[in-house]
Nanobody, 126 residues
Framework: DVQLVESGGGSVQAGGSLTLSCAAV????????MGWFRQRPGKDREGLAV????????SYADSVKGRFTILRDKPKNALYLQMNSLKPEDTAMYYC????????????????????WGQGTQVTVS
């Protein structure tokens, strides 16, 4: 299994920025995709951004498109989520995930398509 460790969460004022990090402790060669999810209080876990490792293609949920950027540092085996123009509704627990989602449209947003998860990092926007 792939072990993922997130960091970088915290409290920030609306309009501010944060960058989350995800370190893959063991290599992700078994997984073709890494993504960021979040879970807001009382809500289902939702997919925010994904990066397909082979082609470095990215996709974003409409709610974060233009504000969040997913990046990978291949030598460090790390994944990042740059978050700008944060809003109070971005307050959530954020998770890094790795897996092999199907190629059906939107499958990358489905948590069940992923095999490995980090423990999460809290982001609070006020």
């Amino acid at each position: 299994d792939v072990q993922l460790v997130e960091s970088g969460g915290g409290s920030v004022q609306a309009g501010g920025s944060l960058t989350l990090s995800c370190a893959a402790v063991r290599y992700t060669y078994k997984r073709n995709c890494m993504g960021w999810f979040r879970q807001r209080p009382g809500k289902d876990r939702e997919g925010l951004a994904v990066l397909w490792i082979g082609g470095a293609t990215t996709s974003y949920a409409d709610s974060v498109k233009g504000r969040f950027t997913i990046l990978r540092d291949k030598p460090k085996n790390a994944l990042y989520l740059q978050m700008n123009s944060l809003k109070p509704e971005d307050t959530a627990m954020y998770y890094c995930a790795a897996g092999n989602p199907s190629l059906y449209e939107g499958s990358w947003k489905v948590p069940a398509e992923y095999d490995d998860w980090g423990q999460g990092t809290q982001v609070t926007v006020s």
